[in-house]
């Protein structure tokens, strides 16, 4: 039986420089999220409100307080500058980076 394919990892981009500080415009994540909205599976989307929504994967979320912006390394794939472009952004404004896994909501009981 094979082994089912590995998921992607994700990296989250915390808006949290080194030293602690709140990184700031308040609107970082959704700026970031919005210039990487092009870069999806399948590519960029046309027609009308095609300039509306965010890849999948690359998608702005607030997590404990701490605004966020989930990056699927499946980016890289799609489009490798544009995944040096977030992990460099992160590096060049000394945000907190972790790697983990973004887990479902759970159902309500």
């Known amino acids: ?3 089912p394919a590995a998921k ?7 808006g949290v420089t080194r030293d602690g500080r709140t990184f700031r415009p ?4 959704e700026r ?3 210039v990487m909205s092009p870069f999806r599976p399948g ?27 989930i990056v699927s390394e499946a980016l890289r794939a799609v489009e490798p ?6 992990l460099n952004f ?3 404004n000394e945000l907190q980076t972790v790697e983990a896994c973004l887990l479902p909501d759970e ?3």
Not at 26 to 29: C, G, H, L, N, R
Not at 43 to 50: C, D, F, L, P, W
């Open 1 to 3: 039986m094979p082994l």
């Open 90 to 92: 992160a590096r060049d």
């Open 26 to 29: 308040s609107d970082w994540a």
């Open 43 to 69: 590519g960029a989307r046309t027609g009308v409100g095609a300039h509306i929504g965010y890849s999948p994967l690359c998608v702005p979320r607030v997590i404990n307080g701490v605004k966020c912006v």
């Open 107 to 109: 159902p309500p009981d």
């Open 81 to 86: 500058m544009a995944w040096d472009f977030v």
């Open 8 to 14: 992607p990892r994700q990296i989250f981009i915390q």
């Open 32 to 34: 970031l999220c919005g």
